[in-house]
Protein backbone atom coordinates (compact mmCIF):
# COMPACT_ATOMS: atom_id res chain seq x y z
CA UNK A 1 0.00 0.00 0.00
CA UNK A 2 2.78 2.19 0.38
CA UNK A 3 4.54 1.59 -2.92
CA UNK A 4 2.54 4.20 -4.97
CA UNK A 5 3.12 6.78 -2.44
CA UNK A 6 6.77 6.14 -2.45
CA UNK A 7 6.88 6.38 -6.28
CA UNK A 8 4.66 9.50 -5.93
CA UNK A 9 7.57 10.68 -3.24
CA UNK A 10 9.97 10.37 -6.16
CA UNK A 11 8.51 11.95 -8.97
CA UNK A 12 7.70 15.22 -6.52
CA UNK A 13 11.31 15.21 -5.55
CA UNK A 14 12.12 14.67 -9.63
CA UNK A 15 10.25 17.55 -10.57
CA UNK A 16 11.70 19.66 -7.25
CA UNK A 17 15.02 18.92 -8.89
CA UNK A 18 13.96 19.50 -12.49
CA UNK A 19 12.30 22.65 -11.34
CA UNK A 20 15.65 23.82 -9.05
CA UNK A 21 18.07 23.42 -12.01
CA UNK A 22 15.48 24.99 -14.56
CA UNK A 23 15.82 27.94 -11.88
CA UNK A 24 19.44 28.12 -11.56
CA UNK A 25 20.08 27.84 -15.83
CA UNK A 26 21.76 31.34 -17.34
CA UNK A 27 18.32 32.31 -18.99
CA UNK A 28 16.70 31.71 -15.59
CA UNK A 29 19.45 33.94 -14.02
CA UNK A 30 19.21 37.11 -16.35
CA UNK A 31 15.28 37.13 -15.90
CA UNK A 32 15.58 37.03 -12.35
CA UNK A 33 18.21 39.80 -12.84
CA UNK A 34 16.09 41.71 -15.18
CA UNK A 35 12.79 40.97 -12.82
CA UNK A 36 14.79 42.78 -10.50
CA UNK A 37 15.10 46.01 -12.70
CA UNK A 38 19.17 44.75 -12.56
CA UNK A 39 21.29 45.56 -15.96
CA UNK A 40 23.41 42.16 -17.06
CA UNK A 41 26.60 44.65 -17.84
CA UNK A 42 29.85 44.40 -16.38
CA UNK A 43 29.89 47.38 -14.57
CA UNK A 44 26.42 46.89 -13.16
CA UNK A 45 28.71 43.21 -11.90
CA UNK A 46 32.17 44.87 -10.90
CA UNK A 47 30.13 47.80 -9.34
CA UNK A 48 27.70 45.58 -7.20
CA UNK A 49 30.99 43.53 -6.13
CA UNK A 50 31.18 45.75 -3.86
CA UNK A 51 27.76 46.66 -2.06
CA UNK A 52 25.04 43.60 -2.85
CA UNK A 53 24.30 40.53 -1.35
CA UNK A 54 25.97 37.40 -2.96
CA UNK A 55 22.96 36.16 -4.24
CA UNK A 56 22.33 38.65 -6.56
CA UNK A 57 26.47 38.63 -7.55
CA UNK A 58 25.83 34.62 -8.62
CA UNK A 59 23.08 35.62 -10.90
CA UNK A 60 25.09 37.41 -12.68
CA UNK A 61 27.95 34.62 -12.69
CA UNK A 62 25.25 31.96 -13.16
CA UNK A 63 23.66 34.25 -16.35
CA UNK A 64 27.50 33.43 -18.05
CA UNK A 65 29.53 36.88 -16.77
CA UNK A 66 33.12 36.01 -16.71
CA UNK A 67 34.16 36.52 -12.81
CA UNK A 68 37.46 38.50 -14.20
CA UNK A 69 35.21 40.90 -16.40
CA UNK A 70 36.48 44.24 -16.07
CA UNK A 71 34.97 47.62 -15.82
CA UNK A 72 35.31 51.57 -15.08
CA UNK A 73 33.49 52.03 -11.86
CA UNK A 74 33.69 54.44 -9.19
CA UNK A 75 36.51 56.30 -10.69
CA UNK A 76 38.42 53.41 -11.04
CA UNK A 77 39.35 52.10 -14.53
CA UNK A 78 39.19 48.70 -15.53
CA UNK A 79 38.94 46.53 -12.65
CA UNK A 80 37.04 43.27 -10.91
CA UNK A 81 34.73 42.35 -9.30
CA UNK A 82 37.34 40.64 -6.94
CA UNK A 83 39.31 44.02 -6.67
CA UNK A 84 36.03 45.80 -5.58
CA UNK A 85 35.00 43.30 -3.26
CA UNK A 86 38.34 43.38 -1.90
CA UNK A 87 38.39 47.04 -1.76
CA UNK A 88 34.97 47.51 0.53
CA UNK A 89 36.35 44.72 2.94
CA UNK A 90 33.99 42.14 1.93
CA UNK A 91 36.25 39.10 2.72
CA UNK A 92 32.93 36.84 1.98
CA UNK A 93 32.11 38.21 -1.36
CA UNK A 94 35.89 37.98 -2.28
CA UNK A 95 36.32 34.22 -0.98
CA UNK A 96 32.76 33.26 -3.19
CA UNK A 97 34.81 35.33 -6.33
CA UNK A 98 37.46 32.50 -5.75
CA UNK A 99 35.41 29.51 -5.53
CA UNK A 100 33.69 31.23 -8.99
CA UNK A 101 37.90 31.19 -10.57
CA UNK A 102 38.54 34.74 -10.03
CA UNK A 103 41.80 35.43 -10.25
CA UNK A 104 44.47 36.75 -7.66
CA UNK A 105 46.66 38.48 -10.55
CA UNK A 106 44.38 40.31 -12.98
CA UNK A 107 45.72 44.11 -13.07
CA UNK A 108 44.18 47.54 -13.45
CA UNK A 109 45.10 49.65 -16.40
CA UNK A 110 47.35 51.00 -14.05
CA UNK A 111 49.29 47.78 -12.73
CA UNK A 112 46.76 47.74 -9.15
CA UNK A 113 45.91 44.21 -8.19
CA UNK A 114 42.98 42.97 -5.72
CA UNK A 115 46.07 42.81 -2.82
CA UNK A 116 47.04 45.80 -3.24
CA UNK A 117 43.32 47.08 -3.43
CA UNK A 118 43.12 45.19 0.24
CA UNK A 119 46.33 46.49 1.57
CA UNK A 120 45.40 49.94 0.98
CA UNK A 121 41.79 49.56 2.53
CA UNK A 122 43.23 47.82 5.43
CA UNK A 123 41.50 44.83 5.56
CA UNK A 124 44.31 42.38 6.93
CA UNK A 125 41.90 39.59 6.57
CA UNK A 126 41.34 39.97 2.61
CA UNK A 127 45.03 40.35 2.46
CA UNK A 128 46.05 37.18 4.32
CA UNK A 129 43.57 35.54 2.31
CA UNK A 130 44.65 36.61 -1.02
CA UNK A 131 48.16 35.42 -0.67
CA UNK A 132 47.38 32.04 0.67
CA UNK A 133 45.68 32.28 -2.75
CA UNK A 134 48.42 32.66 -4.70
CA UNK A 135 48.23 36.89 -4.83
CA UNK A 136 52.22 38.15 -5.10
CA UNK A 137 53.04 40.36 -2.23
CA UNK A 138 55.66 41.76 -4.33
CA UNK A 139 53.68 42.83 -7.41
CA UNK A 140 54.16 46.49 -8.11
CA UNK A 141 51.72 48.62 -10.00
CA UNK A 142 52.99 50.99 -12.98
CA UNK A 143 53.87 53.76 -10.47
CA UNK A 144 56.55 51.10 -8.72
CA UNK A 145 54.22 50.88 -5.53
CA UNK A 146 54.00 47.79 -3.99
CA UNK A 147 50.95 46.43 -1.98
CA UNK A 148 53.18 47.29 1.27
CA UNK A 149 53.65 50.65 0.24
CA UNK A 150 50.25 51.03 -0.44
CA UNK A 151 49.41 49.51 2.99
CA UNK A 152 51.13 52.35 5.08
CA UNK A 153 47.57 54.40 6.49
CA UNK A 154 46.69 57.57 6.02
CA UNK A 155 47.25 60.50 8.69
CA UNK A 156 43.89 61.46 9.29
CA UNK A 157 41.80 60.41 12.50
CA UNK A 158 39.39 58.24 10.60
CA UNK A 159 41.84 55.17 9.96
CA UNK A 160 41.66 52.30 11.86
CA UNK A 161 45.57 52.46 12.98
CA UNK A 162 45.07 48.51 14.06
CA UNK A 163 43.72 47.20 11.00
CA UNK A 164 46.77 48.82 9.02
CA UNK A 165 49.20 47.57 11.17
CA UNK A 166 47.27 43.74 10.97
CA UNK A 167 47.72 43.67 7.27
CA UNK A 168 51.09 44.95 6.99
CA UNK A 169 52.20 41.92 9.16
CA UNK A 170 49.76 39.87 7.28
CA UNK A 171 51.88 41.11 4.27
CA UNK A 172 54.93 40.39 5.57
CA UNK A 173 54.36 37.29 6.78
CA UNK A 174 53.28 36.54 3.35
CA UNK A 175 56.66 37.08 2.02
CA UNK A 176 56.24 40.96 1.40
CA UNK A 177 60.04 42.40 0.88
CA UNK A 178 60.23 45.00 3.44
CA UNK A 179 63.08 46.85 1.66
CA UNK A 180 61.46 47.23 -1.97
CA UNK A 181 62.33 50.59 -3.73
CA UNK A 182 59.78 52.34 -5.84
CA UNK A 183 61.72 53.82 -9.03
CA UNK A 184 62.41 56.84 -6.96
CA UNK A 185 63.96 54.11 -4.56
CA UNK A 186 61.47 55.42 -1.74
CA UNK A 187 60.84 52.56 0.63
CA UNK A 188 57.86 51.42 2.93
CA UNK A 189 59.42 53.21 5.53
CA UNK A 190 59.83 56.60 3.55
CA UNK A 191 55.99 55.97 3.00
CA UNK A 192 55.46 55.49 6.70
CA UNK A 193 57.50 58.79 7.54
CA UNK A 194 55.77 60.56 5.35
CA UNK A 195 51.97 60.03 6.64
CA UNK A 196 53.85 60.41 10.43
CA UNK A 197 52.57 56.71 11.09
CA UNK A 198 55.42 56.45 14.38
CA UNK A 199 53.64 52.92 14.93
CA UNK A 200 54.16 51.60 11.77
CA UNK A 201 57.87 53.43 11.43
CA UNK A 202 58.57 51.24 14.73
CA UNK A 203 56.78 48.06 13.28
CA UNK A 204 58.89 48.38 10.56
CA UNK A 205 62.33 48.68 11.85
CA UNK A 206 61.37 45.97 14.04
CA UNK A 207 60.80 43.83 10.88
CA UNK A 208 64.09 44.33 9.66
CA UNK A 209 63.30 47.90 7.55
CA UNK A 210 66.89 49.35 6.57
CA UNK A 211 67.35 53.02 8.45
CA UNK A 212 69.38 54.46 6.37
CA UNK A 213 68.33 53.31 2.85
CA UNK A 214 68.08 56.67 1.21
CA UNK A 215 65.48 57.34 -1.46
CA UNK A 216 62.40 59.74 -2.54
CA UNK A 217 62.63 62.67 -4.79
CA UNK A 218 65.22 64.40 -2.93
CA UNK A 219 67.05 60.76 -2.22
CA UNK A 220 67.14 61.31 1.14
CA UNK A 221 67.93 58.99 4.14
CA UNK A 222 64.89 58.07 6.56
CA UNK A 223 66.34 59.90 9.13
CA UNK A 224 67.23 63.27 7.27
CA UNK A 225 63.24 62.86 6.08
CA UNK A 226 62.33 62.51 9.81
CA UNK A 227 64.50 65.78 10.74
CA UNK A 228 62.78 67.65 7.64
CA UNK A 229 59.29 66.84 8.36
CA UNK A 230 59.62 67.55 12.32
CA UNK A 231 58.94 64.38 13.64
CA UNK A 232 61.50 64.18 16.64
CA UNK A 233 59.75 60.73 17.85
CA UNK A 234 59.99 59.36 14.21
CA UNK A 235 63.89 59.95 14.35
CA UNK A 236 64.79 58.91 17.94
CA UNK A 237 63.41 55.24 16.49
CA UNK A 238 65.79 55.70 13.76
CA UNK A 239 68.54 56.12 15.45
CA UNK A 240 68.02 53.48 17.82
CA UNK A 241 67.28 51.38 15.04
CA UNK A 242 70.61 51.77 13.58
CA UNK A 243 70.18 54.90 11.31
CA UNK A 244 73.67 56.81 10.97
CA UNK A 245 74.24 59.60 13.75
CA UNK A 246 77.16 61.00 11.29
CA UNK A 247 74.88 61.92 8.17
CA UNK A 248 75.90 65.13 7.19
CA UNK A 249 73.46 68.04 7.13
CA UNK A 250 71.25 66.64 9.68
CA UNK A 251 71.55 69.69 11.95
CA UNK A 252 71.63 72.17 9.18
CA UNK A 253 68.17 70.54 8.47
CA UNK A 254 66.93 71.35 12.02
CA UNK A 255 67.56 74.81 11.80
CA UNK A 256 65.80 75.61 8.79
CA UNK A 257 62.04 76.22 8.24
CA UNK A 258 59.22 76.88 10.63
CA UNK A 259 59.10 73.99 13.75
CA UNK A 260 57.07 73.24 16.03
CA UNK A 261 58.95 70.36 17.28
CA UNK A 262 62.79 72.36 17.10
CA UNK A 263 63.47 72.13 20.54
CA UNK A 264 62.56 68.50 20.67
CA UNK A 265 64.00 67.50 17.26
CA UNK A 266 67.63 69.10 18.92
CA UNK A 267 67.41 66.94 21.84
CA UNK A 268 67.11 63.98 19.82
CA UNK A 269 70.10 64.66 17.91
CA UNK A 270 72.05 64.88 20.63
CA UNK A 271 70.54 62.29 22.63
CA UNK A 272 71.08 60.03 19.80
CA UNK A 273 75.22 60.88 19.29
CA UNK A 274 74.65 63.14 16.23
CA UNK A 275 77.83 65.39 16.59
CA UNK A 276 76.64 69.08 16.44
CA UNK A 277 78.72 71.48 14.22
CA UNK A 278 80.27 74.45 15.78
CA UNK A 279 79.08 77.42 14.95
CA UNK A 280 81.57 80.04 13.02
CA UNK A 281 82.68 81.58 16.48
CA UNK A 282 83.08 78.01 18.26
CA UNK A 283 79.89 77.85 19.71
CA UNK A 284 77.38 75.23 20.04
CA UNK A 285 73.94 75.35 18.58
CA UNK A 286 71.80 76.61 20.92
CA UNK A 287 68.70 74.76 22.64
Excluded at 259 to 273: D, F, Q, Y
Amino acid sequence: MRRPCAAGSLAALSLLLALSGCARSPEAARRKLEGDGIAFTPAEFVRRAGTDPWRTLELFLRAGMSPDIKADVERMEGVTALMVAARAGREDVARNLRDWGARVDVQTRQGDTALIYAASGSWPAIVQFLVRSGADPNQSNRLGETALMRAIPAPWPQQDEQRAVDGINALLAGGAQIDARAPDGATALHAAIARAQLRVVKLLLLRGADPNLAGGRQNASPLMHAVQADLPEVAAALLRSGADPAEPGLWEAVQGGLRSHGPAMRETLRNGGVPEPPTSAGARISP
